[in-house]
């Protein structure tokens, strides 16, 4: 099974190299992307569910080390998706919302999402252990 991230020097990024093999090979939704993303995080669960109709807007949501994760999205053409993303955990609270292109297959979405989440996760951790 290709593996869309690596860890170098304890950090987790993008391995865009098997990124790009894994999506040539199945063509991935969003969701099946940002599932994929999250077990390899360490996510024990994702979850995603439709909001009103109406509103056609998707809801993931996800924790990673204790960061909870939880994103909106929303179609707003055949090639860009508007993304609000909001990660939280006892002390920390970070949300962002970006729009982001199928044609670039969400890569950068995807490098900010893991990199915000380790900060998130960082500052949580300095907050609890009194370095802040």
Not at 46 to 54: D, E, G, M, R
Not at 78 to 90: G, H, P, R, V
Request: include cysteine.
């Amino acid at each position: 099974m290709l593996e869309i991230t690596k860890v170098v020097d304890g950090r987790r990024i993008v391995c865009e190299s098997t990124y790009l093999a894994w999506w040539q090979l199945k063509s991935p939704s969003f969701f099946e992307l940002i599932t994929k993303l999250s077990f390899e995080m360490g996510s024990s669960y994702a979850v995603t569910k439709s909001l009103p109709p109406q509103l056609d807007i998707q809801e993931l949501c996800m924790s990673v080390h204790g960061v909870n994760v939880i994103l909106h999205w929303k179609k707003v053409n055949s090639l860009e998706y508007l993304i609000k993303t909001d990660l939280f955990c006892k002390n920390i609270k970070h949300d962002w919302v970006t729009a982001s292109r199928a044609q670039d297959l969400y890569i950068p979405y995807v490098g900010s999402l893991i990199e915000n989440i380790r900060s998130v996760w960082y500052e949580n951790y300095k907050a609890e252990v009194g370095l802040s």
